[in-house]
Each structure stands twice: as C-alpha cells, then as structure tokens.
C-alpha cells in the first residue's frame, strides 16, 4: 500500500514561488506515476500535472502550463511541484497522488492519494 504525504503549502502573495513535496512509502516509487490535483473553495477538484515513472513524459493544465513544473526524485522516493509566478487563483488544496499505470486527466483513476496540502495566493 502506497503512502503519500505533501509538504509546503503556505501563504504567500501573487508572484510568488512555492514548491511542494511529496514523500511516498510503501511502494515501488520508481515505476509508479506520479501526479498532482487540487481543489479550490467551492469548485471540482481538477488535474494539475503528472509525471511517468522515468521521469521522462509530462501533462500540465493549461492553467498551469509555463508556470509549474513537475519533477521526482526517485532516490529520495519524492514527487515535487515548483509553483512560479502564482495567482490567487492557484489557492486551492494541492493532493499528491500515484498510480502504478494511469498518467491522465481522471482523478478517479489514480489509486493513491495524499492528505492535502493548503496554497494560499494572496493579490
């Protein structure tokens, strides 16, 4: 069973840079996808991007597309999220989550998911 736990969300003012962590145990962290979703205040939870295992292909948002990037570690079993030039709109819950096949859009599709870490964008 795969764990996931997110760090470095915070409070931080538009045009900001953040980064989040995203530490798995339990399992085979170098073949599994690893992706980030968020949900705002009110609204759906919606894809941010993801990561095959090499590390190698990519998927953004467009929302996001140009200003976060998605990275991995695989020797420190972690998953990480540079968050550049960040609007208020970016505030949301960011979940890190893991899947040993599905690298898309489907929330519902990844098997593994963390607690949640708060970003707050302030104007």
């Known amino acids: 069973q795969v764990q996931l736990e997110e760090s470095g969300g915070r409070l931080v003012e538009a045009g900001d840079s953040l980064r989040l962590s995203c530490s798995a145990s339990?399992?085979?962290?170098?073949?599994?996808?690893m992706g980030w979703f968020r949900q705002a205040s009110g609204k759906e939870r919606e894809f941010v991007a993801a990561?095959?295992?090499?590390?190698?292909?990519?998927a953004y948002a467009a929302s996001v597309k140009g200003r976060f990037t998605i990275t991995r570690d695989n020797a420190k079993n972690t998953a990480y999220l540079q968050m550049d030039n960040l609007k208020p709109e970016d505030t949301a819950v960011y979940y890190c989550?893991?899947?040993?096949?599905?690298?898309?859009?489907?929330?519902?599709?990844?098997?593994?998911w963390g607690q949640g870490t708060q970003v707050t964008v302030s104007p």
């Open positions: 989550v893991a899947d040993e096949t599905y690298s898309g859009y489907d929330s519902s599709r990844y098997d593994y």
């Open positions: 339990g399992g085979a962290f170098g073949t599994l996808v």
């Open positions: 990561l095959n295992w090499r590390g190698g292909a990519t």
